[in-house]
């Protein structure tokens, strides 16, 4: 059975697990026994791609502890850490060095 939230004048909005049919009528609330009517609700509709939402997903469920990667760089590698040169000692005096 599907949840419903419905409205009480006195006590405000409770939620319980009814037919369809049972929530067109109103049920009573539990605090008071007054017939309360079902609020309207939005469908739970995604508009999200397939691929962002598991990218969300993994970014969610990494976000309390993130995964650790290693990883060895190779002679030809090519990244960024890989590509950093000394600099030069015949321009010493570029780099503020007498």
């Not at 969300?56 to 090519?78: F, I, N, Q, W, Y």
Request: glycine share 6%; hydrophobic share 30%.
């Amino acid at each position: 059975m599907p949840i419903y939230d419905f409205h009480c004048a006195d006590h405000g909005i409770f939620t319980d697990r009814v037919s369809y049919e049972a929530s067109r009528a109103g049920i009573a609330c539990p605090c008071c026994g007054n017939t309360s009517a079902v609020l309207p609700a939005l469908p739970q509709i995604s508009t999200l791609s397939s691929a962002l939402r598991r990218a969300e997903h993994r970014a969610e469920t990494s976000s309390g502890a993130p995964k650790v990667v290693k990883r060895s760089h190779l002679p030809s590698c090519g990244c960024n850490l890989c590509k950093k040169k000394a600099p030069p000692t015949s321009r010493r005096w570029m780099l503020g060095q007498c």
